[in-house]
Structures are given as C-alpha cells and as structure tokens.
C-alpha cells in the first residue's frame, strides 16, 4: 500500500524518525506505583509524551446483581480521555472509541486476574488519560496491570501492552502520535510475558504476514522491557516499607538518578523472552502511602521480584472494599 501522506517524511535516509528515534527505539517509559491514597491500588504512567492515571477498587460486589456472576469474579476497566488530553478538547464522556477500549482492556486484564477466586465480585479499573499521544490503550492496560498489583488483586502475571507498526514503508517499534495519524499500520499488542499469551490484538492499516510476524515480534520484545520496569516499580514500592514496624513511616524509596534512558531493543530471541519472574503471591496494599519511581536506565538491570516478602490481603483498610470475599 502506497502512503498517501508522501509529503510527510517519517523515516530520514539514516531510519532517523521525528522524534529523533531509530525504528526499534521504545519511547521514554517511567512507572510509579501506589500514587493514590483513597484508590486500593493506582499507577502512574508517562510513556513518551502520554500520561495515565490508574486507580483500582476490589474486589467488591457487584451492583447491579443481575451482573453477578456466581462461578467468578469480573474485570471492569472504565478508560477515559480527558478533555484537555488532546489539543482539540475532547467532549467529556465515553465515546465509542472509549467504550471499545475500555471493553478490550476488561478482557485483557480478565485473562491475567484470578477471577475464580472471588465469584459474584468486580473489580473497577479506572483508567484516566491526561494526555494522549498515541498508544493510550497500552499504556492505559500497562498501567492498570501495576495498579491492580499495587491493590494486592490475586493474578497470574501482569498484561504488557505496546502498539508497533508501519511507518514510511519501515516497520517501526513504538508508533507516536504523527506516526498513527501518518503512518501505514499500527498494531496494538498485549501479552502476558510469564505464558507468552497474547491477550490484546488489533490491527490498523495493511502489513503482509510477513510484517505482521516481524511486528509481533518486535512487539514481543519491547514488552519484555517493559515487563521490567512494571516489575520495578512495585518492587520499589513494596521496598519502601521492608522492615518496618506497624505504623511506622519512612522516606519514599530514592527514586533513580536519571529520568529515564530507554536504548534499543534488547535482541533477546523471542523464545527466551517469556520469562516467569513475575507474581506467584498476590500482594498485599503496604500500610502507609508513598510515590516510587521505576526507571530503566540503559544498561543498568531491573531489581528482581523473587524474595519479596508476601503478605495477606489486607481487607481491614477503610479504602478497601476487599470484603467480597
Ligand atoms: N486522539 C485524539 N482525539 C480523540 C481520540 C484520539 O486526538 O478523540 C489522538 C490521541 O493522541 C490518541 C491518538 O489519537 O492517542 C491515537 O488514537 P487511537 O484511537 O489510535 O488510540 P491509541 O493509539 O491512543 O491507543
């Protein structure tokens, strides 16, 4: 398919886009999880020039009862753009855009959250775009998984979504808001890195299968750091509280030094990517509030998950709403 943007040059003879990217350069990502005080679990996203805020309440029961279900729990995941999110305001309220996301996101967090734990319960997700610059849905679902985490939800995995596609006739990681307007394709993608199960696929534009493979793949790795920094920013979280006593309050954890570094892909071959370091306890909400920051900084390895300390669902918390089950 020719590109009927010809004029607008995505990719510059040295596969410079831009934004100054090369093709298979993620933008810059920062996580922060447990943002929120009244929320059971919430994150903060920035992933280039987007921003999302999550927040998580749940499990609870459901209302109306008609929408219980009485062999397993639901996922409902509300996204909603902002007024001010885009530079022409957007009319406040769900549109059809944000009725499908927010359906794709539910079924995608449903395929990670052990639903059958907690029959005739939902789980709210809320997911707020303050500002949108192309890939909102998977940050928004990237974002929510580290939310539902940070709520101590019972799950298998988090969901890590990114959208890569066709830009100037190359196949780019990572497509950005004049990519998505100009590009040729673009290819929303979630998976659950500890099964390699994708849970979230659709497609905008034209690839051959043979571009449609290599962007899955492309995709595929690109999760895997962004696995990385979901997982950091819990672990960053959780951090903060080691070894205190009840009640007992301390300083945020450090957050790193730099903002964020985000280099080329890592060239791990897929079949080593599905890589289980992920939950196999649900977490527990820590007692007090703090704001944690995960970076990942070129170079520089992501702390590890494995050894946490694991705690009971705290049902007690006056924010909670965990008394569903
Ligand atoms: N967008 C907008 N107004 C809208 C919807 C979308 O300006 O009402 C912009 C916004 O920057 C968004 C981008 O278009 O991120 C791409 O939207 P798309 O529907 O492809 O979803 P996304 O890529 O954000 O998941």
Redesign the pocket.
Same mark, same amino acid.
């Given at each position: 398919m020719s590109d009927p943007y010809s004029n607008m040059k995505l990719v510059d003879e040295n596969g410079v886009r831009l934004d100054g990217r090369r093709l298979d350069e993620l933008r810059p990502i920062r996580i922060e999880a447990g943002v929120l005080n009244r929320a059971d679990g919430s994150c903060y996203l920035e992933w280039g020039n987007?921003k999302v805020l999550v927040g998580v309440y749940g499990p609870r029961e459901v209302h109306p009862k008609h929408m219980q279900n009485p062999l397993r729990g639901i996922v409902q995941a509300r996204y909603n753009?902002a007024s001010f999110s885009? @530079?022409?305001r957007?009319r406040p309220g769900p &549109?059809r #855009?944000a009725v499908e996301?927010s359906k794709i996101t539910s079924e995608a967090l449903e395929a990670v959250v052990l639903v059958d734990q907690f029959p005739r319960t939902t789980v709210d997700v809320y997911i707020e775009v303050l500002e $949108? @610059? $192309?890939?909102? #849905?998977?940050a928004g679902l990237t974002a929510a998984s580290v939310a539902l985490a940070d709520a101590g939800i019972p799950m298998k995995d988090m969901v890590v979504a990114i $959208?890569s596609g066709k830009i100037g006739d190359h196949l780019a990681l990572d497509i950005g #808001?004049a990519e &998505?307007n100009f590009g040729q394709a &673009?290819v929303?993608f979630g998976v659950i890195p500890r099964t390699g199960e994708i849970v979230l696929l659709q497609m &905008?534009g034209h690839l051959t299968k043979e571009e449609f493979e290599t962007v899955i793949e492309m995709n595929m790795r690109a999760a895997m750091q962004v696995y990385e920094l979901q997982k950091a920013a819990l672990v960053r979280r959780y951090s903060a509280f080691a070894g205190l006593a009840p009640g007992e309050e301390s300083e945020p954890a450090a957050p790193a030094a730099a903002p964020v570094a985000t280099g080329p892909m890592a060239a791990a071959p897929v079949a080593e990517l599905g890589h289980p370091e992920g939950f196999k306890e649900p977490l527990a909400p820590p007692p007090v509030d703090a704001k944690v920051e995960a970076v990942l900084v070129e170079g520089e390895a992501a702390p590890e998950v494995e050894g946490e300390e694991v705690e009971e669902p705290n049902g007690d918390d006056e924010a909670s709403s965990g008394g569903g089950y």
């Open positions: 987007n753009m885009v @530079s022409e957007k &549109d #855009r996301i $949108a @610059s $192309a890939g909102t #849905r998977c $959208a #808001r &998505d &673009d929303p &905008d």
